[in-house]
Nanobody, 127 residues
Framework: QVQLVESGGGLVQAGGSLRLSCAAS????????MGWFRQAPGKEREFVAA????????YYADSVKGRFTISRDNAKNTAYLQMNSLKPEDSAVYYC????????????????????WGQGTQVTVSS
């Protein structure tokens, strides 16, 4: 089992920044690709960004490319999502997820590929 706990959400004005953290425990963190998803009220949970177990490969949804950066610190068992130039349409509950992919260097982008999920953290961007 892998336990994931997100933090760092909150209320921010449009154009502002937030950094989300996802702390993992329970298994070898560096064996897992990590992903961030988000879900707005009345909408499906959608992919935001993913990073390979090594940190060497990342992938982003077009809607966040150039504004968001995913990273990880395997020594701290933590993944991050730096969100800049936030827009009201970025408002959602953000979830981190883990998928055991080692040794393959891949970045899963669909919900079904992920085995473990955090409880989510709310991000609200005011206009």
């Amino acid at each position: 089992q892998v336990q994931l706990v997100e933090s760092g959400g909150g209320l921010v004005q449009a154009g502002g920044s937030l950094r989300l953290s996802c702390a993992a425990s329970g298994r070898t963190f560096s064996n897992y690709a990590m992903g961030w998803f988000r879900q707005a009220p009345g909408k499906e949970r959608e992919f935001v960004a993913a990073i390979s177990w090594s940190g060497g490969v990342t992938y982003y949804a077009d809607s966040v490319k150039g504004r968001f950066t995913i990273s990880r610190d395997n020594a701290k068992n933590t993944a991050y999502l730096q969100m800049n130039s936030l827009k009201p349409e970025d408002s959602a509950v953000y979830y981190c997820a883990a998928d055991r992919t080692f040794p393959a260097v891949v970045v899963p982008t669909t919900r079904n590929e992920y085995d473990y999920w955090g409880q989510g953290t709310q991000v609200t961007v005011s206009s």
